[in-house]
Protein backbone atom coordinates (compact mmCIF):
# COMPACT_ATOMS: atom_id res chain seq x y z
CA UNK A 1 0.00 0.00 0.00
CA UNK A 2 3.03 2.31 0.75
CA UNK A 3 4.54 1.53 -2.86
CA UNK A 4 1.23 3.16 -4.11
CA UNK A 5 1.26 5.79 -2.04
CA UNK A 6 4.78 7.35 -3.02
CA UNK A 7 4.15 5.85 -6.62
CA UNK A 8 1.16 8.42 -6.42
CA UNK A 9 3.28 11.08 -4.75
CA UNK A 10 5.78 11.19 -6.74
CA UNK A 11 4.16 11.31 -10.00
CA UNK A 12 1.59 14.13 -8.81
CA UNK A 13 4.63 15.95 -7.90
CA UNK A 14 6.43 15.15 -11.33
CA UNK A 15 2.99 16.38 -13.38
CA UNK A 16 2.70 19.64 -10.99
CA UNK A 17 6.49 21.14 -11.56
CA UNK A 18 7.37 19.84 -15.17
CA UNK A 19 6.19 21.91 -16.68
CA UNK A 20 6.80 22.05 -20.24
CA UNK A 21 6.11 18.62 -21.50
CA UNK A 22 7.48 15.53 -21.06
CA UNK A 23 11.20 15.98 -21.18
CA UNK A 24 10.87 18.27 -18.06
CA UNK A 25 9.79 15.37 -16.37
CA UNK A 26 13.09 13.18 -16.71
CA UNK A 27 15.33 15.36 -13.86
CA UNK A 28 12.18 13.97 -12.06
CA UNK A 29 12.56 10.28 -13.04
CA UNK A 30 16.41 10.85 -12.55
CA UNK A 31 15.53 11.29 -8.98
CA UNK A 32 13.06 8.77 -8.26
CA UNK A 33 15.96 6.54 -9.78
CA UNK A 34 18.30 7.58 -7.03
CA UNK A 35 16.02 8.02 -3.94
CA UNK A 36 14.02 4.69 -5.04
CA UNK A 37 16.39 2.77 -7.32
CA UNK A 38 12.83 1.39 -9.09
CA UNK A 39 14.89 1.37 -12.50
CA UNK A 40 18.40 1.68 -13.65
CA UNK A 41 20.15 4.33 -15.63
CA UNK A 42 20.19 2.34 -18.28
CA UNK A 43 16.58 1.16 -18.19
CA UNK A 44 15.67 5.10 -17.89
CA UNK A 45 17.48 5.75 -21.15
CA UNK A 46 15.86 3.06 -22.70
CA UNK A 47 12.41 4.70 -21.51
CA UNK A 48 13.14 7.78 -22.93
CA UNK A 49 14.11 6.20 -26.30
CA UNK A 50 11.23 4.12 -26.07
CA UNK A 51 8.58 7.26 -24.88
CA UNK A 52 10.11 9.38 -27.85
CA UNK A 53 9.50 6.96 -30.55
CA UNK A 54 5.91 5.72 -29.58
CA UNK A 55 2.57 7.72 -30.26
CA UNK A 56 1.49 9.86 -27.00
CA UNK A 57 2.97 12.15 -24.50
CA UNK A 58 6.35 11.17 -23.74
CA UNK A 59 5.74 11.55 -19.73
CA UNK A 60 2.45 9.91 -20.36
CA UNK A 61 5.04 7.12 -21.76
CA UNK A 62 7.44 7.11 -19.02
CA UNK A 63 4.86 7.38 -16.24
CA UNK A 64 3.21 4.58 -17.54
CA UNK A 65 6.25 1.79 -17.58
CA UNK A 66 7.63 3.05 -14.54
CA UNK A 67 4.23 2.27 -12.64
CA UNK A 68 4.11 -1.22 -14.65
CA UNK A 69 7.41 -1.68 -13.60
CA UNK A 70 7.32 -0.81 -10.23
CA UNK A 71 3.76 -2.47 -9.07
CA UNK A 72 5.30 -5.87 -10.24
CA UNK A 73 4.13 -5.82 -14.19
CA UNK A 74 0.50 -4.37 -13.29
CA UNK A 75 -1.78 -2.48 -15.19
CA UNK A 76 -3.37 -0.77 -12.71
CA UNK A 77 -0.01 0.27 -11.66
CA UNK A 78 0.88 1.88 -14.64
CA UNK A 79 -2.83 3.13 -14.89
CA UNK A 80 -2.13 4.35 -11.34
CA UNK A 81 1.29 6.51 -11.83
CA UNK A 82 -0.47 8.06 -15.35
CA UNK A 83 -3.39 9.19 -13.57
CA UNK A 84 -1.68 11.40 -10.94
CA UNK A 85 0.93 12.51 -13.79
CA UNK A 86 -2.14 14.09 -15.19
CA UNK A 87 -4.10 14.78 -12.43
CA UNK A 88 -1.95 18.45 -11.43
CA UNK A 89 -2.24 19.58 -15.29
CA UNK A 90 -6.36 18.46 -14.92
CA UNK A 91 -6.61 20.15 -12.02
CA UNK A 92 -4.74 23.62 -13.12
CA UNK A 93 -6.35 23.73 -16.77
CA UNK A 94 -9.70 23.60 -15.22
CA UNK A 95 -8.82 26.62 -12.98
CA UNK A 96 -6.99 28.66 -15.05
CA UNK A 97 -9.87 28.48 -17.55
CA UNK A 98 -12.15 29.80 -15.25
CA UNK A 99 -9.54 32.74 -14.11
CA UNK A 100 -8.49 33.20 -18.08
CA UNK A 101 -12.07 33.97 -19.18
CA UNK A 102 -11.87 36.96 -17.37
CA UNK A 103 -8.77 38.14 -18.29
CA UNK A 104 -7.39 36.75 -21.08
CA UNK A 105 -7.11 40.36 -23.05
CA UNK A 106 -5.25 41.62 -19.86
CA UNK A 107 -1.51 42.55 -21.44
CA UNK A 108 0.08 41.13 -18.06
CA UNK A 109 -1.38 38.21 -18.20
CA UNK A 110 -0.40 37.57 -21.98
CA UNK A 111 3.41 38.71 -20.89
CA UNK A 112 3.23 36.31 -18.12
CA UNK A 113 2.81 33.41 -20.56
CA UNK A 114 5.58 35.13 -23.02
CA UNK A 115 7.63 34.71 -20.24
CA UNK A 116 6.99 31.16 -19.39
CA UNK A 117 8.85 30.49 -22.64
CA UNK A 118 12.42 30.67 -21.73
CA UNK A 119 11.67 28.89 -18.62
CA UNK A 120 10.35 25.70 -20.31
CA UNK A 121 12.62 26.01 -23.15
CA UNK A 122 15.74 25.56 -20.48
CA UNK A 123 13.87 23.17 -18.60
CA UNK A 124 13.68 21.20 -21.95
CA UNK A 125 17.46 22.17 -22.67
CA UNK A 126 18.56 20.76 -19.35
CA UNK A 127 17.33 17.12 -20.05
CA UNK A 128 18.22 17.08 -23.38
CA UNK A 129 22.14 17.69 -21.79
CA UNK A 130 21.54 15.57 -18.88
CA UNK A 131 20.54 12.51 -21.87
CA UNK A 132 23.94 13.36 -23.36
CA UNK A 133 25.65 13.42 -20.68
CA UNK A 134 24.18 10.20 -19.39
CA UNK A 135 25.01 8.64 -22.59
CA UNK A 136 28.85 9.90 -22.96
CA UNK A 137 29.39 9.47 -18.94
CA UNK A 138 27.58 6.17 -17.68
CA UNK A 139 28.54 6.74 -13.78
CA UNK A 140 29.98 10.07 -14.31
CA UNK A 141 32.84 8.39 -15.83
CA UNK A 142 34.15 9.59 -19.51
CA UNK A 143 33.79 5.96 -21.79
CA UNK A 144 34.83 7.26 -25.07
CA UNK A 145 35.07 4.23 -27.08
CA UNK A 146 33.69 2.60 -30.21
CA UNK A 147 29.63 2.74 -29.20
CA UNK A 148 30.13 6.28 -28.18
CA UNK A 149 31.77 7.72 -31.48
CA UNK A 150 29.29 5.39 -33.78
CA UNK A 151 26.21 6.95 -31.58
CA UNK A 152 28.01 10.60 -32.01
CA UNK A 153 28.24 9.52 -36.11
CA UNK A 154 24.48 8.44 -36.43
CA UNK A 155 23.45 11.12 -34.48
CA UNK A 156 25.34 13.53 -36.81
CA UNK A 157 24.08 12.09 -39.74
CA UNK A 158 20.49 11.74 -38.85
CA UNK A 159 21.04 15.42 -38.61
CA UNK A 160 22.06 16.09 -41.52
CA UNK A 161 19.92 13.71 -43.05
CA UNK A 162 17.00 16.16 -41.67
CA UNK A 163 18.71 18.89 -43.05
CA UNK A 164 19.18 17.67 -47.02
CA UNK A 165 15.71 16.48 -47.32
CA UNK A 166 13.43 18.63 -45.03
CA UNK A 167 10.49 16.78 -46.72
CA UNK A 168 10.78 14.03 -44.88
CA UNK A 169 7.88 12.76 -42.52
CA UNK A 170 9.25 12.49 -38.65
CA UNK A 171 8.28 9.11 -38.57
CA UNK A 172 10.33 7.72 -41.20
CA UNK A 173 13.50 9.60 -39.30
CA UNK A 174 11.72 7.37 -35.98
CA UNK A 175 12.08 4.11 -38.07
CA UNK A 176 15.15 4.60 -39.34
CA UNK A 177 16.60 5.58 -36.10
CA UNK A 178 14.76 2.75 -34.69
CA UNK A 179 16.39 0.28 -37.24
CA UNK A 180 20.04 1.47 -37.27
CA UNK A 181 19.98 1.30 -33.03
CA UNK A 182 18.86 -2.77 -33.46
CA UNK A 183 21.33 -2.95 -35.93
CA UNK A 184 24.13 -1.49 -34.05
CA UNK A 185 22.91 -2.78 -30.69
CA UNK A 186 23.09 0.95 -29.13
Known amino acids: M ?3 LILFFEFFKTGLFSI ?15 RYHWFTESDLLNM ?58 NPYVQDMFYGLRP ?14 LSVIMPSNKLVFDFHLLLTLVIMA ?18 CLSAAIGIIFSL
Not at 20 to 34: C, K, N, Q, R, V
Not at 63 to 86: D, R
Not at 159 to 173: E, M, S
Open 2 to 4: MLW
Open 20 to 34: GGGLATIPFLYEMME
Open 48 to 105: IAISESTPGPIGVNMATYVGYHVTGNNVFGAIWATFALVLPSVIIICAIAKVLQAYRK
Open 119 to 132: ATAALILSAAIGVL
Open 157 to 174: GIWLFTKVFKKVHPIVII
